[in-house]
């Protein structure tokens, strides 16, 4: 991502809090994955969207018209022992030159710098309750700032979401995101064919994860966008299944829900495939409904459209598919109104996609649906669990668990499936799967 995009965003959140305002936003703190070991630093994604700072211990404060410099930058100073040791640093120097601060501070003089900048400020704009020890921490400055009340000054008497602010800003992607979001859509579409290819009877849940991981570190994802799902047999049936533990059988489906993250920006695509090539009869018969489900989503994804109407359209077809199944008897306007569907199919349809997985953005504003507009990006991802615990369904059906997703960008005269490249017709899906097996 070019320094000029975070400038934009920067000067256009300048823009909305205005002079007499000033923005505070922490990027994420170190986890601890296991006694002294932390998990990899991922940046807090409200952080990373202003800064495109990557580092730990780093602090964004935004003040509009300050003459000495609107956008600080506090942060970690350049250390040659610690950084022999854990990596190298940008520094203060670095802050200014690379992330286009105007000025940075050691990250050590937080609390002696930034009371001062609080000071007769009307309006502080933070997200409160995301990090609660720095909420502490910027409630006894605000304190501190207060006690000064006698000399004339004065703190913030306004609080502001910043992140309300903000997640507006992200819900429409620019040029540069959906450059990202193209590529990681491709990487993760890339790992979808790399699975379908490998899948053999025997393996495990966890190798197929692993030819996912490799597709992806291979092509720039240094990670998922979040842990991936390789649900084989019954726990295709579980909506959210991590453990990736069991062996892959004969006659099973595998549903894969996997994403890389590049550049920060995420994708999310689901592909279920039979393991050893051939859908079954009752296999295919529910995979075909739940396909014609999503394509009438995703025909929804268009500009002036409003956001649950791709739900509505794939619970049409599904429950109208459940009739045609015997799965469920009756007027399928009837079985809708009362929600029959749910014991097959209990999630949404879809929700915002960018930098995070299940992205920020409001999908309702005073209670009615958002409509679509050029520039965001939706999952659109129905699906069938027809697990044995459903009170009396068929034990043809059972196991049988199928989820179609892909990442679907508004355009301005409609909408482009950004992971096209990942098969889901059943032919395609199988005719890839037999030539693997032939060569």
Known sequence: MEKREFARRRKRLMNMIDVGGIAIQPTAPERVRNRDVFYPHRPD???????????????????????????????????????????????????????????????????????????????IYYTMGRYPEFDQRLVGWITRVNDKGRSGIHAPDQFVSLGHVLHESRLFKSHQEIKAMRRAASIAADAHRRAMSVCRPGMFEYQIEAE?????????????????????????????????????KDGDLLLIDAGAEYDCYASDITRTFPINGNFSKEQAAVYEVVLEAQLAAIAEVQPGNTWNMPHEAAVEVITRGLVGLGILKGRVAKLIREEL????????????????????????????????????????????????????LAKRWWNIGIRIEDDVLVTKTGHEVLSANAPKLIDDIESLMHQDRAA
């Open 45 to 123: 994604s409200d952080f990373f969207y202003l800064t495109g700072f990557p580092e730990p211990e780093a602090i964004a404060v935004i003040v509009p018209d300050r003459p000495q410099g609107e956008f600080l930058l506090f942060c970690r100073e350049r250390d040659p022992e610690a950084e022999t040791w854990h990596g190298r640093r940008a520094g203060l120097d670095g802050a200014c030159e690379f992330y286009g601060a105007d000025d940075a501070f050691p990250i050590s003089d937080l609390d002696d710098i930034l009371p001062g900048l609080l000071e007769n400020k009307e309006r």
């Open 341 to 392: 569907y749910r014991p097959y199919y209990m999630h949404k349809t879809g929700h915002w996609l960018g930098m995070d997985v299940h992205d920020v953005g409001d999908y309702k504003i005073i209670d009615e649906w958002r409509t679509f507009e050029a520039g965001m990006v939706t999952t659109v991802e129905p699906g069938l669990y027809l697990s044995p615990t459903i009170r009396g």
């Open 212 to 248: 996912l991981l490799h597709t992806f570190m291979q092509q720039g994802a240094r990670s998922p966008a979040y842990p991936s799902i390789v649900g084989s047999g019954a726990n295709s049936c579980i909506l959210h299944y991590v453990e990736n533990q069991d062996q892959l």
